[in-house]
C-alpha cells in the first residue's frame, strides 16, 4: 500500500481471517518518527494495553455526529465508546450485512473500448538455451472507463483510478 493510505479489513464470518501487516516506517516519507502511526476508527483499547491515540469518533461532537449518521445519541454514544474497553472491533449485525458506497455498474455507462476492459500479453526470450535464463516482458491494459473498478467513489465528487507501473 501507498504511505498514508487508509485500510481496514470486514469478514462477515462465513470464513476464518488471518491477517498479517509488515510496515516499513524506515523510509523517506516517514518525516515523523520511526513508528506507526495507529488509531480507532471506533471502539477503544483493552483496559490496560499500552496506546497513543483514541477512537477518532471522540473527538466530534456526539449531537453532530448524531445528525450526520443518521443514528440516536445512544448509538453514537457507543460509537464513541467513551469508557468502553472491548478492544478494537467494529460489529455489524449479520441480517443487515454491510453496505457499501459504490459507483454505478459500468453496463449502464457503455464505452467505445469495452473489449479492452483488462487484457495481458507475456512475450519470453530464452537465452543461452536454458529455461532457467528467461526474461519476460508483461503487458497490461486496464480500462480506466470501467466506473466500478474505481480505486476512490464519492457521489458528489466523482471517481479516481490509480495507475501504477
Request: hydrophobic fraction near 35%; proline fraction near 4%; glycine fraction near 8%.
Amino acid at each position: 500500500m501507498p504511505a498514508g493510505a487508509q485500510h481496514w479489513l470486514y469478514n462477515d464470518g462465513d470464513a476464518p481471517l488471518v491477517a498479517i501487516y509488515v510496515f516499513d516506517t524506515n523510509n523517506n516519507i516517514n518525516q515523523l518518527e520511526p513508528s506507526m502511526r495507529k488509531f480507532l476508527l471506533a471502539g477503544g483499547f483493552s483496559k490496560g494495553q499500552v496506546h497513543f491515540a483514541e477512537n477518532i469518533l471522540k473527538g466530534i461532537d456526539a449531537r453532530f455526529l448524531s445528525e450526520a449518521l443518521g443514528v440516536s445519541m445512544n448509538v453514537t454514544k457507543k460509537l464513541q465508546s467513551r469508557h468502553d474497553q472491548r478492544g478494537e472491533i467494529v460489529r455489524v449485525e449479520l441480517e443487515h450485512g454491510l453496505h457499501l458506497l459504490n459507483p454505478p455498474s459500468s453496463s449502464s455507462f457503455p464505452t467505445q473500448d469495452q473489449h479492452l476492459q483488462y487484457q495481458h500479453r507475456q512475450t519470453c526470450q530464452r537465452f543461452d538455451g536454458h529455461d532457467s535464463h528467461n526474461i519476460c516482458t508483461m503487458e497490461v491494459r486496464h480500462s480506466v472507463e470501467r466506473l466500478d473498478k474505481a480505486d476512490v467513489y464519492s457521489p458528489g465528487a466523482g471517481r479516481i483510478t490509480r495507475l501504477t507501473s
